[in-house]
């Protein structure tokens, strides 16, 4: 089983900063990398597919980069909305799919 | 525009059964992989089981196998989770999530309780 790997487990950053957000794989998953966004008491939100794919509706200011095994979001300029938890998941060789612990995003 | 709702979570004792439904619109439900990812309180996504489109397939986690079985209904849009010899580390909000691999669109979600 591949075990993602978060990094770090919560960032405090200023509305307007930019952040990068790291998940590292414990072997290759190539390219098959997503990232969800997820609000206090709100389901997961798909952001990113296929390492740098933005789903629908998501702003250009969340990219994504990396391959292998090592990964980064990036939020160009934090909006209030983007204060969230942040996950990783593979789908490379599954079942199963794992996710990262998660990265928390709190303001400074 | 795509909706998933989940029901059927309450509170169960150690080693009881319960069984979860997630009900689809807004997509072609019968084209569609759905899995089910729990979180427990306070943790991250743990993914439990999936179920390809037509039923033929089904995987579940190590940490359910054997004890919960995955099951679709094409015809009612809807997607089950039949949970037995429940633990207490089954406690979790239950989502189901469409998608083949990652997941586009979450419901959100169906708390379990498992408590004496």
């Known amino acids: 089983e591949v075990v993602m790997t978060q990094s770090p487990a919560t960032l405090s950053v200023s509305p307007g900063e930019r952040v990068t957000l790291s998940c590292r794989a414990s072997?290759?998953?190539?390219?098959?990398l997503a990232w969800y966004q997820q609000n206090p008491g709100q389901a997961p939100r798909l952001l990113i597919y296929?390492?740098?794919t933005r789903a629908t509706g998501v702003p250009v200011r969340f990219s994504g980069s990396g391959s292998g095994t090592d990964f980064t979001l990036t939020i160009s300029s934090l909006q209030s909305e983007d204060f969230a938890v942040y996950y990783c998941?593979?789908?490379?060789?599954?079942?199963?799919?794992?996710f990262g612990q998660g990265t928390r995003l709190e303001i400074k | 525009q795509v909706q998933l709702v989940e029901s059927g979570g309450g509170v169960v004792q150690p080693g009881g059964s319960l069984r979860l439904s997630c009900t689809a619109s807004?997509?072609?439900?019968?084209?569609?992989?759905i899995h089910w990812v729990r979180q427990a309180p306070g943790k991250g996504l743990e993914w439990v089981a999936v179920?390809?489109?037509?039923?033929?397939?089904?995987y579940y986690a190590d940490s359910v196998k054997g004890r919960f079985t995955i099951s679709r209904d094409n015809s009612k849009s809807t997607l089950y989770l039949q949970m037995n010899s429940l633990r207490g580390d089954d406690t979790a909000v239950y989502h189901c999530?469409?998608?083949?691999?990652?997941?586009?669109?979450w419901g959100q979600g169906t708390l379990v309780t498992v408590s004496s």
């Open positions: 807004g997509f072609t439900f019968r084209t569609s992989g």
């Open positions: 296929d390492v740098s």
């Open positions: 179920i390809s489109y037509d039923g033929s397939k089904k």
């Open positions: 999530a469409k998608g083949n691999s990652y997941l586009d669109s």
């Open positions: 072997q290759s998953v190539g390219s098959n």
């Open positions: 998941q593979h789908y490379n060789n599954w079942p199963p799919i794992t």
